[in-house]
Structure formats: C-alpha cells, structure tokens
C-alpha cells in the first residue's frame, strides 16, 4: 500500500492527517523538539481561531439572536483563509450534485465512499427534474423517470478461500470497477486480493466465519459505539467458541483506556493472541486513534482487520496507511450522495496472509457477490435486506407511525410501492434495497451502455456497449487531493462544534448548555463527525429520535446511535449513574435458538457526519435548526403544526 505522493502525504501528516503517537512509541513528525512546538503552537492557535470565529465571548439564548448566514459565512472565511482554497469542492457539488441545492436538503448522515454522481444519473436515466410551486419543498421528479440500476448485485455460490487464491472469472464491468477502487483506495493488486460483498455486514461475517478463532482464540474492537456490522461479526465468531473483547473508552474525551487496551495487546500467551479489528476513527464521535495501534497489535502475533468504512476519501493516502498494512481491510462504496444508498463491501486480503484464514465446516460463504450489467429484474433472499453502507439508525423516522413528513428525506430510495412502472420495481430489489446507511461522496458510472442488452449476453460479452467505465467522483476525489479535503473537513466540523456549544438556555443558573458534545470537542485532528445530545431548559434529555425527527422535517438528514464501553474513574462515579442508559436487547441463547435478555448500557445521541460535498450552509443550518430547541415550546409546537399539516394525531 505504497503512497503515490510520499511528499503529499508528509505534508498532511504534519497538518494532522497522521494521529498523536502511542506512549513508548517515537512521534510520527520526528524527534526534533523545534518541529513538536511548532506542531504543538498551530494546534494551539488553531483552537484560539475557531474560538474565536464565532463572535467571541457570545453566548446565543435565542435562535433568533443567531447571525444571519451571510454574517456567519464572513466569520468563518476570515477565521479559516484556507478554506477558500477548497473551493473546487463547491464547484463540483454545483455541477455534480445540483439536486442538494434545489431540494434544500442537508445530507448529514452518510459516510463513506460513493459510486455514481447525480448529475451523471440524470444524463443517462432520468428527465430533469421539475421546480416545485413551494420554493420549501423538494423539487417535483416524474416517477417515470427515475434512475435505473447502474449495475446488478448477483451471489455466488463459492468458497471464501477459493476465491482469494483462484479468484474467479469476472466482468469487463467488474474487473475495471475493481482496479479502480484498488487504486482509489492505494491498495497494490500485487499485495491484496479483493471480495466483493453484499454489504459491509456480509464483509465482517464472512471473515469471522473463515477466521481460526480455535488457535487464535480472540476477537479484539476497538468501537466507542454500537457498530451493526461489527455486531454481525461478534455474533458469527462467538458461535465458533472466540472470546470477545474490546477496549474501553475514558469519560468525559472518550479517549483509548490507554492502559486496559495495551494489556491486553500484550499479552504474551499464544492463545490469547487473535483478530484485532480497527478503526482510524469513530463513525459516531469523530474520535481519531494512533495507526501506532495497529503496528503494536502485529508486533505482538496479532493479525489486524482495518475497518476503513468511517475514513475519508483520501485517508489511504496517509503516511500512517502506508507504512502499516493490514492483514485484512474491509470499505464499502454506495451510489449516489443524497439519492440513493445501496452499494457494495469490499474485502481486501493481504496475500501473504491468505494461508490464515480455514474452511469452515459449518458456515456457507454468503455474502459474496458479482457486479454484473444491469439487463433485468433480479430477486434476492430477504436476508440480504441488512445494513449497507454505515450510518448507524439512519431509517428515516416519521412524526407520524406510517406517515411522510411534510419534507422527508431524499437521503434513501423511494418506496418501491410508490413507483407503479415495474423497470423501477427492478432498481429497487437490483440494487438489493438494504436497510439504508448513509455514507459520504464519489461515483463510477457506465456510458453509452444499452439497457435492454439480451439476457443471453454474459461476462464480457454483456459489456459490449461501453466505451468506458469513468469513475467520476472518485476522480473528483483525487482532483482535490488528501490536504485540500482534510483541510475542508477540519475547518467545518470544528465550527459547527464550537457553534453548538455556544447555545445556552435562557434564564438558568450559570447559562444550561443547550448542547452537550460526546468526545472530542474543538480539536485540531478531531474526525468529521459529531455525537451530541440536545437538553431542554428543565436539564432533561430530548430523546436522539425525536431530534432526528424533526431534523428530517426541516430537510436536514441525521443519524443516531449508541455509544458504549464507557470506562469512568471514581472522580466520575457519581455522575456515571446519572448519564449512562440501561438499554436491554435479545442475544441468542447458548441452547438452541432460545433468545435470552441481556442489558448493556451506554448514551444514545445524535451523531452528524461531514462528508466531501458538506458546505458551509449545510453546517449552518444544522446549527439554525438545534436553536430552535432554545424555544421552550418548540417541541410542542411542531406536534402542533404536524396536526394542523397532516390532520392526525403524532406519536413522538
């Protein structure tokens, strides 16, 4: 996984892209004193700018106090000079992605890597789309219109192994889809094999059913929240006798138990050794963690999964990245931002590792997939209707059981009920409609390709009528490069942080915080995302669902999720009993399928994750939007006005 720019890369290590070192490990920016205070001084000054960004010293009671965009915008560019230098961005969200400006929708909920641009959707399969007579609401789309499928997801029926070491014959469409994303990802075919999935689950299953937890008995995460796909993971190794463990997090930062983590690494006993799954970052909180980890974890007989589905679209590219390769990496790519979530997983697997992973003699490799032309309707198990691309809780909650909000999300696929012409019934179940998980930005798109190809065509004979398979949004991705995108994401989530932070409720002692941030807050190498929780004047919780709900009726899409393994010393105990939630969930029994009770406890919040495409007015009007919980009736009133709108009563 040799890095194209090595000299980019530095550069963006130094600027943070590359995370603090490990105790007892030499500091990747070197040991040069004069480099670690000049490192140590832009951190430094880099919090005192955003600090100082939004009106220092103010403190906003009212959402009508708050500074009109406009306003906003000129702090921010005179606070972060830089940003006006990512502006390519812009353009290619004007051009690429008009639908998010015309519907006036925020998509805050996806992560990840994208496949297809809209503006290449509409070209090929769609009419343009028709203004509405309300400028509030999204533009008006011809059902007869909307897009096909740009490929078919179709299983196979083959061994886990045996396609690692023979692989297998695949499409002209397939394989340039693969050495693309390879080469995206700045991974070597000479050093990696790569699975196609169904999803990210199916990638986690698929090892864990493959992977020889009876000689290497331990499945060690490193997750400060529930992670579905990782749960899937869990849940296949425990049934193969694997002990599960995983690291903890310290309140109030929500930083690595260094210590707890360390121990069990080193553990010297050969048994206690096994699979040691990774992020660079939370999903969730925008937690970042040292690379460092996962070389300590390999020095002491571990084999290293990389979860690279939260990083963004050129963290590849780190030095950290390529200096420390993984045994196994798994990523996933869904198809357009803020239209439609259904994609792919990907697992790589390190050749020199593939000896590792057995044949199961109980498990059937399910979840490996083909990309193939999309001709014709296909059907698909309804098991395979899980989780995708990861945005943890991202369904689009109603305020009303069963009903659309006045402005719903566009963030999924549209309802295959609500589509009467049966060549769109097809692009739902082709594009095996999983539960929808957001992602971030990027495409592949197919040109001068025929629709109604025959059936009979297969392989690369069904690829005839392209001319090409143009990557585009990973294109715009390498057009922007790894600083550029880095440099956007920092300057964006630390505002909205700090922004959120300055909301205080009126006529309360010592100013109650609207808001409360999980993990880190302004931080220069902070990830781009966000865990918070919203508190009404009375200190009470206003519950993640019901922000997300009326998030979507603004057009703002958001996730929610759990964070857990939450360690607190005894200066926090008191208050451990008053933030932790006991949440009680169905795990199987140890005899036959009998379900049992377990508790497990945690904080549910709301998360917002940035992507490529986020702008300045996205982040905006998130902020528009939790001010208005300034108001002690807001929520009160917007069930008030859902009555008045829709004529029926809501559950919230």
């Not at 070197?30 to 480099?35: A, E």
């Not at 994609?343 to 050749?351: M, N, Y």
């Not at 209707?385 to 999924?412: N, R, V, W, Y």
């Not at 508190?535 to 998030?551: I, M």
């Amino acid at each position: 996984m040799h890095s194209p720019c090595i000299r980019e890369t530095s550069e963006a290590c130094f600027q943070g892209c590359c995370l603090a070192s490990l105790p007892g490990f030499p500091d990747p920016h070197g040991t040069d004193p004069k480099n670690l205070s000049s490192a140590a001084v832009s951190r430094y000054n880099f919090a005192l700018t955003t600090v100082s960004s939004l009106f220092p010293n103010t403190q906003f009671t009212n959402h009508e106090s708050l500074p009109p965009l406009d306003e906003s915008f000129s702090s921010f560019n005179k606070a972060y000079p830089q940003y006006s230098n990512t502006n390519q961005a812009d353009q290619i969200r004007a051009q690429e992605y008009y639908h998010l400006s015309m519907s006036n929708h925020v998509c805050l909920d996806y992560i990840g890597h994208g496949l297809f641009s809209y503006s290449q959707l509409q070209s090929h399969h769609m009419t343009a789309p028709v203004p509405s007579s309300s400028s509030s609401s999204a533009p008006s789309l011809n059902f007869s219109s909307l897009e096909l499928p740009f490929f078919e997801i179709s299983y196979k029926s083959v061994n886990l192994n045996s396609q690692i070491l023979y692989g297998g014959e695949e499409s002209e469409l397939e394989s340039k889809i693969r050495k693309r994303i390879m080469d995206f990802m700045n991974i070597s075919e000479a050093d990696y094999s790569m699975v196609f999935t169904a999803n990210q689950s199916s990638a986690f299953k698929l090892l864990a059913d493959f992977y020889p937890f009876q000689s290497n008995q331990n499945l060690l995460t490193v997750y400060d929240y529930e992670n579905e796909a990782v749960g899937a993971m869990i849940r296949a190794s425990k049934k193969r006798s694997a002990r599960v463990l995983s690291a903890e997090f310290s309140w109030p930062n929500l930083r690595i138990h260094s210590a707890k983590l360390k121990k069990i690494i080193l553990n010297k006993r050969k048994k206690r050794r096994g699979l040691f799954v990774f992020p660079l970052q939370s999903r969730m909180t925008g937690a970042r963690y040292s690379y460092l980890w996962m070389s300590m974890a390999q020095e002491n007989g571990w084999h290293v999964l990389l979860d690279a589905c939260a990083l963004g679209p050129k963290d590849m590219e780190t030095l950290g990245l390529s200096l420390f390769r993984p045994d196994f990496l798994i990523c996933s790519f869904f198809k357009v931002f803020g239209k439609n979530p259904s994609g792919f997983g990907c697992l790589f697997v390190k050749k020199s590792s593939a000896s590792i992973l057995k044949d199961s003699t109980t498990a059937v490799s399910v979840g490996i997939v083909s990309l193939l032309p999309a001709t014709r309707r296909s059907q698909f198990p309804d098991e395979s209707a899980t989780t995708d691309i990861e945005t943890e809780q991202t369904s689009k909650l109603k305020l009303h059981k069963g009903e659309l909000p006045a402005a719903s999300s566009l963030s999924g696929p549209l309802p295959v009920q609500k589509i009467s012409n049966e060549t769109f019934e097809s692009y739902e179940i082709s594009d095996v409609n999983f539960k929808q998980k957001g992602s971030s930005s990027s495409e592949i798109v197919e040109l001068e390709m025929p629709l109604d190809i025959p059936q009979s065509l297969n392989k690369d004979s069904s690829v005839n009528g392209y001319s090409q398979i143009e990557c585009r949004g990973l294109d715009h991705a390498d057009s922007l490069g790894l600083i550029l995108i880095s440099l956007r994401a920092r300057f964006l989530i630390n505002w909205l942080v700090n922004a959120l932070m300055s909301l205080r409720h009126p006529h309360s002692e010592n100013g109650l915080p609207l808001v409360r941030i999980y993990g880190p807050n302004v931080a220069f190498d902070r990830g781009p995302a966000v865990a918070f929780n919203v508190f009404d004047w009375k200190g009470e919780k206003v519950e993640p669902t019901l922000v997300q709900k009326l998030a979507d009726r603004s057009n703002i899409s958001l996730s929610h999720g759990f964070l857990q393994h939450i360690w607190f010393s005894d200066k926090y105990e008191e208050e451990k009993e008053k933030i932790l939630e006991l949440r009680t969930i169905g795990v199987e029994g140890t005899l036959g399928n009998k379900k049992r009770d377990k508790s497990s406890s945690g904080i549910s919040v709301v998360s917002a994750a940035l992507g490529l495409l986020t702008n300045f007015e996205d982040v905006y009007n998130l902020w528009a939007f939790v001010s208005r919980f300034l108001d002690a009736d807001f929520v009160e009133k917007e069930r008030w006005r859902y009555v008045a709108l829709n004529q029926k009563t809501v559950e919230v």
